[in-house]
C-alpha cells in the first residue's frame, strides 16, 4: 500500500478524474464521462473518508469513491465479505459495488477506489426539509425506516454509520443506503470497524469495540424521534436543524439529555408515543437497555399473578417476624451499654466520594497518527508528549474522541480536529494557530495558555472552558457555545465572535479590539478592565452585563441591549450607541463620550440623559452631528 506521506490531496483526484480516459482502468469508467456543474466545475461530494465523483455512460452512472486517507491494510478484504454476504440476501436498499485496487491513476501511482452504481435522489435532510410542514409524509417515511431497521436486522446487517447524508430517498420515494465503509456482516464478527460513525447520530460512548447487528439501534432511534417531532412541531427544524450536520439533535444532546433544549421541546409535545420514544432514547444516552424496565415489571406481574396465595401467606410471616424482631431489638437497646469504636473502624457516611479520574494511557504522536489512518478514532484518556521529530502538523484528525487527555508540548499547527471530542481534555503549551476545530466540543476542556490564533473554532461547544491568557487572535470563533467560559486577559483581538453565546462568561482584561461581537449573546458576562476599542457589538446582548473600567472608544454598539447593564467608568469616545436600549441601566462616572452618537438611543433615563449632556462637547461624530444633538441636549 502506498506511503501516507504520498497520499493524493484531493486536488490530486478532482484532477485525475477529468480525464477518464487515462486514470482509470475498469473498461466501463474508461469510457465513462465525469459529471460537471454549469460552470464546468467537477461536481464531487466529500466524506470522512472518501470523496465522491459521478461517472455517466448512456443511461447508466456510478458514484466513484476515492479514498483521501490511506485505507486500512484489510479494506479490500472487508468489501470482499461484505459484497459476498450481500450477494446472498437481496437488500433493496443497498446498492450493487465494487472494489477496485487499480482504481485510478494519480501521478503515475495507482491507488484504490470503490465503483457503486449512482442513486438518483436526495438526501434524507434535504428530502425532510422539501416536506417538513407535510406530516403525513414524514410519518410514512419514520414508518419506512422502521421497515428497513427491521429488514436488516432479520439478516444480521448493520450499516454502521446511518446518518442524513448516507440515507437517499430516490425518485420513486424508496430509501437508498450508501457509504458501506463502516457495515457489519456476520463474517466480520470480532473485527473493529473502520470507523464510529456521524457523532451527530451515535451513543455519546460508541468506540471501536462496537461492532455487531445492533450497531444501529440508537442511531434509528435518533432518526425516528426527530421524524415523529418534526410531524408534532415542524418549527423544531428551523430551531435546531443546521445544513449539512443534523436534523434536530446533536452529539451535546446525547451526552447531557436533561440539560438538552431538544429533549426539553419534545418531552413537550402532547403525543404519547412520541414522549415515550423521547424517553427511550435518554436511557439509551445514559447506556441503559430501554426495554429492560418493560420486561421487568412484566415478569413480576407474571410471579405476582401465578403466586399470589403463597405471597399473601410469605407477607403475613415476614410481618409478624417483623414485629417480633423489632421487640427484642428494643429490648436490646434499652438493656445493652453502648460500645465505644476503636478510632480505626470505618464509619459509614453518606456523603459522596469524588471518583477518582481515569489513568491515562501514554501515546507518541506517531502511534497517534498510525492508528487514526488505521480507522481508530476513541483516544480518551491517552497522554501525548512532543518529543523531538513529531510530525503532527496539518494532520486531519476529524471526528476523534480525545476527551479526558493531556497534550503537551505538541505542535498541532494547522490540525484538523472538526466534529472532534475533546470535552475535559487539558492541553499545555500546546501550539494549535490555525487549526480547524469547527464543531467539535470542548466541554470543561484546560486551554489556558494555549495559541489558538487565527484557528476556526466556529460552532464549538466551549460550556465552562478554561482559556485564561490564552491568544485567539484573528480566530473565528462565529456561533460558538462559549457559557460560563473563562476567557480573562485571553487575546482576541480581530477575533470572530459573530452570533456567539457568552452568557455568563469571564471575559476580564480580554483584549477585543476589533472583534467582531455583533449579535453575541454577552447577558451576565464580565467585561470588567475588557479593552473593546474599534469592536463591533451591534445587535449584541449586554443585559446584566458587568463594565467597569471597560474601554469601548470606537465601538459599535448599535441597537445592542443594555438592560441592566453595569456602566462604570467606561469609556465612550466615539462610540456608536444608535438604537442602543438603555433600559435600567446603571450609569456612573463615565470617562469620555467625546464624538459619541446616541441617536435613537431607546429608554435613556432622564437623568442618565442629563449626565451625559453634561460631559457632552461639540465634537462631531461619525454621523456628522455632534454628541449634544444626537442626545437632543437641551440649549
Not at 347 to 365: E, G, V
Request: overall charge negative; hydrophobic content about 40%; charged content about 20%.
Amino acid at each position: 500500500m502506498n506511503n501516507i506521506q504520498t497520499w493524493p490531496l484531493n486536488i490530486d483526484f478532482t484532477i485525475a478524474v477529468q480525464n477518464p480516459q487515462l486514470c482509470f482502468a475498469d473498461p466501463e469508467l474508461k469510457q465513462a464521462s465525469t459529471s460537471k456543474n454549469s460552470r464546468g466545475r467537477v461536481l464531487l461530494w466529500s466524506g470522512n473518508f472518501a470523496t465522491v465523483y459521478k461517472l455517466t455512460k448512456g443511461d447508466r452512472s456510478w458514484a466513484v469513491r476515492c479514498f483521501t486517507r490511506i485505507p486500512q491494510s484489510d479494506v479490500q478484504q472487508r468489501y470482499k465479505l461484505i459484497s459476498e454476504y450481500l450477494s446472498q440476501h437481496h437488500i433493496p436498499y443497498l446498492v450493487d459495488f465494487e472494489f477496485l485496487t487499480q482504481g485510478i491513476l494519480v501521478k503515475g501511482e495507482w491507488y484504490p477506489i470503490l465503483k457503486m452504481d449512482w442513486v438518483e435522489g436526495v438526501e434524507l435532510d434535504r428530502y425532510i426539509g422539501e416536506y417538513i410542514d407535510d406530516s403525513q409524509v414524514l410519518l410514512r417515511l419514520d414508518r419506512q425506516l422502521k421497515q428497513l431497521q427491521t429488514d436488516l436486522q432479520q439478516v444480521g446487517i448493520a450499516h454502521g454509520d446511518l446518518q442524513h447524508g448516507n440515507i437517499m430517498v430516490d425518485d420513486q420515494g424508496e430509501l437508498k443506503l450508501v457509504d458501506y465503509d463502516g457495515m457489519y456482516v456476520p463474517a466480520l464478527r470480532g473485527t473493529p470497524p473502520l470507523e464510529v460513525g456521524h457523532p451527530n447520530y451515535q451513543p455519546p460512548m460508541r468506540s471501536l469495540n462496537d461492532f455487531g447487528d445492533q450497531l444501529d439501534e440508537f442511531s434509528f432511534a435518533v432518526i425516528s424521534l426527530s421524524l415523529r417531532a418534526l410531524a408534532s412541531q415542524p418549527n423544531l427544524w428551523e430551531t435546531f436543524h443546521e445544513d449539512n450536520k443534523n436534523l434536530i439533535f446533536r452529539q451535546n444532546d446525547f451526552q447531557e439529555p436533561e440539560l438538552s433544549p431538544v429533549f426539553q421541546s419534545i418531552a413537550n409535545i402532547p403525543d404519547d408515543e412520541t414522549r415515550e420514544l423521547c424517553d427511550r432514547l435518554i436511557r439509551q444516552c445514559h447506556g441503559k437497555d430501554f426495554d429492560e424496565p418493560k420486561s421487568q415489571a412484566q415478569q413480576f406481574k407474571f410471579v405476582a399473578t401465578q403466586f399470589k396465595p403463597f405471597l399473601l401467606v410469605g407477607m403475613a410471616i415476614l410481618v409478624v417476624v417483623g414485629m417480633f424482631w423489632i421487640f427484642r431489638k428494643n429490648q436490646t437497646l434499652v438493656t445493652k451499654k453502648p460500645e465505644i469504636l476503636p478510632s480505626s473502624f470505618p464509619i459509614p457516611s453518606n456523603t459522596p466520594t469524588t471518583p477518582l479520574p481515569p489513568k491515562l494511557t501514554p501515546i507518541t504522536a506517531a502511534s497517534l497518527i498510525t492508528k487514526y489512518a488505521e480507522g481508530q478514532r476513541d483516544f480518551r484518556n491517552v497522554q501525548l508528549t512532543g518529543a523531538q521529530g513529531d510530525r503532527l502538523q496539518g494532520q486531519d484528525f476529524s471526528n476523534i474522541n480525545l476527551s479526558g487527555s493531556v497534550l503537551e508540548r505538541v505542535d498541532l499547527r494547522q490540525v484538523i480536529f472538526k466534529n472532534a471530542n475533546l470535552n475535559a481534555i487539558k492541553i499545555v503549551k500546546v501550539d494549535l494557530r490555525g487549526a480547524d476545530l469547527s464543531n467539535s466540543s470542548l466541554v470543561d476542556a484546560n486551554l489556558a495558555f494555549s495559541n489558538f490564533a487565527e484557528a476556526n473554532l466556529s460552532q464549538a461547544n466551549l460550556l465552562r472552558v478554561n482559556l485564561f491568557q490564552a491568544k485567539l487572535g484573528s480566530a473565528i470563533l462565529q456561533k460558538a457555545e462559549l457559557m460560563k467560559t473563562n476567557l480573562s486577559e485571553a487575546d482576541l483581538s480581530s477575533a470572530n465572535l459573530k452570533g456567539a453565546n457568552l452568557v455568563l462568561a469571564n471575559l476580564r482584561k480580554a483584549n477585543l479590539v476589533k472583534a467582531n461581537l455583533s449579535e453575541s449573546n454577552l447577558s451576565a458576562a464580565n467585561l470588567s478592565d475588557a479593552v473593546l476599542e474599534g469592536a463591533d457589538l451591534s445587535a449584541a446582548d449586554l443585559r446584566s452585563a458587568e463594565l467597569h473600567l471597560t474601554n469601548l472608544t470606537n465601538a459599535n454598539l448599535s441597537s445592542a441591549n443594555l438592560t441592566a447593564a453595569k456602566l462604570i467608568l467606561i469609556e465612550f469616545a466615539g462610540t456608536n450607541l444608535n438604537g442602543a436600549n438603555f433600559r435600567n441601566a446603571i450609569v456612573e462616572n463615565i470617562g469620555s463620550i467625546e464624538a459619541a452618537n446616541f441617536t435613537n438611543a431607546l429608554n435613556l433615563d432622564p437623568n442618565v440623559r442629563k449626565y451625559f449632556c453634561s460631559l457632552a462637547s461639540g465634537n462631531i461624530s461619525e454621523t456628522g452631528n455632534s454628541t449634544k444633538s444626537t442626545l437632543n441636549c437641551l440649549p
